[in-house]
């Protein structure tokens, strides 16, 4: 099990870049995979983007393929979202979570970091 917490949130304008952080802390980071998920108001919570536990795949939702990078540091046991030429659509509470290996579902989640982009 980990402890995980977003960070990186914010208001932005449309076009505009965002860098979301998640820091991990109670397991052995680098055996996780990790992901970022969102939930928009009144919406139900999207798959965003992921990272394999070794680092060599990445998976993106095609909404935000080419515009967003997932990233991990081992070293810092944190994983990253880099999101640009944002859109008010990208609008947001962002979430990520972990899941140990292989394992099919993500067992522990984050509190969420705001993202608002406005037109």
Do not use: H
Request: with cysteine; net charge neutral; hydrophobic share 35%.
């Amino acid at each position: 099990q980990v402890q995980l917490v977003e960070s990186g949130g914010g208001l932005v304008q449309a076009g505009d870049s965002l860098r979301l952080s998640c820091a991990a802390s109670g397991g052995t980071f680098s055996s996780y995979g990790m992901g970022w998920f969102r939930q928009a108001p009144g919406k139900e919570r999207e798959f965003v983007a992921a990272i394999s536990w070794t680092g060599d795949t990445m998976y993106y939702a095609d909404s935000v393929l080419g515009r967003f990078t997932v990233s991990r540091d081992n070293a810092k046991n944190t994983v990253y979202l880099q999101m640009n030429s944002l859109k008010p659509e990208d609008t947001a509470v962002y979430y990520c979570a972990a899941r140990y290996r292989r394992d099919r579902e993500y067992s522990d989640w984050g509190q969420g970091t705001q993202v608002t982009v406005s037109s």
